[in-house]
């Protein structure tokens, strides 16, 4: 059953004012646990975000393999200055100790991140939120289905009422895309970069081509992941920015017609 429907099943009505007036869901759009986590995953991944591009910066230079340093051959680098520079000692040149606010920060916000979405995941598939609001109906499954989807984007058409308490088909494998891939990818492609993680679990560091090839990884990953969140905020924006805001942030959606 879907949440439309569920919602639907639980509206209470008066006998006295008219019906759409007083139709109201007796449970929110969105959970409390769905709130609070993706609203804690919005500020850890900005917090990622900022950290990781002054890790960037102080070495933008990309590797593939194991190692790579100033003195190998990179893949690929980002045309900007590195913050970080050799620095000539009486003994040779050596590289000054990474800024140590941006990895600080940058572990604290994706241990929290990887905490949080344990818990969503968990409760997701122990609640059924899930197999109810994010799995695809067969219906949905085929060519026609998509073509509607996109065909009603194309025209710019104004989401209809039904949508602020359901997700679309796209919407809904995009969703699972995000959770279930490029979340466990990044989070994967992280730990293997670390020297810990790789000499307690070498298998999942080699699979990846090495240490080095995990950090050019993580990297796409990660651009892979704003590419969504610019698409998904001009999507929310365009399914009525007020009223998904609000669901998202109170757990009511409207009853009436969609506010922009
Ligand atoms: C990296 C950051 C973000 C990720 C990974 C993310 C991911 C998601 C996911 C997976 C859902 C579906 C949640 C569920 O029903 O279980 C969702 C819904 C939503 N997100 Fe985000 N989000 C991010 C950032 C944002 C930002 C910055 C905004 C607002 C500007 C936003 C606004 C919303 C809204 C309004 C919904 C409900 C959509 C609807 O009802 O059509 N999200 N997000």
């Known amino acids: 059953m879907s949440t439309l429907e569920s919602a639907q099943l639980r509206l209470e009505s008066s006998p006295t ?22 609203w804690v995953t919005t500020v850890c991944f900005f917090a990622l975000l900022v950290t990781g591009a ?6 933008p230079r990309f590797y593939w393999g194991e190692t790579g340093n100033v003195l190998t051959e990179p893949l690929f680098k980002i045309p900007i200055p590195s913050s ?9 040149y050596v590289l000054p100790d990474q800024n140590g606010w941006s ?5 604290q916000a994706a241990w929290v991140l990887v905490l949080t979405g344990l818990l969503y995941v968990f409760s997701g598939i122990i609640g059924g939120h899930f197999g109810t609001d994010l799995l ?20 710019f058409q104004k989401s209809d009422e039904e949508d602020a308490w359901s997700y679309n088909v796209l919407q809904r494998l995009t969703y699972l895309f995000v959770i279930f ?26 699979l990846l081509g090495g240490r080095q090839s995990a950090r050019t990884l993580h990297f796409f990953v990660s651009i892979a992941l704003v590419l969504f969140l610019l698409v998904h905020v001009v999507m929310v924006w365009r399914g009525g920015f007020k009223s998904r805001m609000r669901a998202m942030i109170t757990g009511n959606a409207p009853a009436g017609k969609e506010s922009k």
């Open 17 to 38: 004012s008219p019906a759409a007036d007083v139709l109201r869901p007796a449970s929110p759009r969105h959970s409390l646990l769905v709130r609070i986590s993706h």
């Open 54 to 59: 002054e890790i960037i910066a102080s070495h």
């Open 84 to 92: 970080r520079n050799l620095v000539p000692t009486g003994y040779g």
């Open 103 to 107: 990895r600080a920060l940058h572990f």
């Open 136 to 155: 695809p109906k067969k219906a949905d499954l085929s060519w026609r289905g998509f073509a509607g989807v996109i065909a009603h984007h194309l025209r």
């Open 181 to 206: 891939v490029l979340f466990p990818l990044v989070i994967w492609t992280g730990l293997a970069m670390s020297p810990s993680f790789d000499s307690a679990v070498p298998a999942t560091v080699n």
